[in-house]
Nanobody, 126 residues
Framework: QVQLVESGGGSVQPGGSLRLSCSAS????????IGWFRQAPGQEREGVAC????????LYADSVKGRFTISRDNAESMVYLQMNSLKPEDTAVYSC???????????????????WGQGTQVNVSK
């Protein structure tokens, strides 16, 4: 079982920045793809970004390309999501997730992920 804890959410004005962190409890984390997802009220969960086990491959949703950056520190079992130029439409609960198997390739499809954190709220408004 993997426990994930997100932090770093909050309220920010449009154009601002936030850095989300995801802490994992299991030492095998470095061998799995990690993803960030978000869900706004009344909307389906959306894959935002994901990163391969060694950090060499990243994928981003078109809506966040050029604004968000995902990174990981395997030594510390941490994954980060740097969010810049935030827009009101980025408002959502953001969750990190660990892929079901070590064989999973980077994907923004939520079905590939087996372990989820509780999420952290991000609000972007004037």
């Amino acid at each position: 079982q993997v426990q994930l804890v997100e932090s770093g959410g909050g309220s920010v004005q449009p154009g601002g920045s936030l850095r989300l962190s995801c802490s994992a409890s299991r030492s095998s984390l470095p061998y799995h793809v990690i993803g960030w997802f978000r869900q706004a009220p009344g909307q389906e969960r959306e894959g935002v970004a994901c990163i391969s086990a060694n950090g060499g491959t990243t994928l981003y949703a078109d809506s966040v390309k050029g604004r968000f950056t995902i990174s990981r520190d395997n030594a510390e079992s941490m994954v980060y999501l740097q969010m810049n130029s935030l827009k009101p439409e980025d408002t959502a609960v953001y969750s990190c997730a660990v892929a079901a198997t070590m064989a999973t390739v980077p994907t923004l499809s939520s079905g590939a992920y087996a372990y989820w954190g509780q999420g952290t709220q991000v609000n972007v408004s004037k």
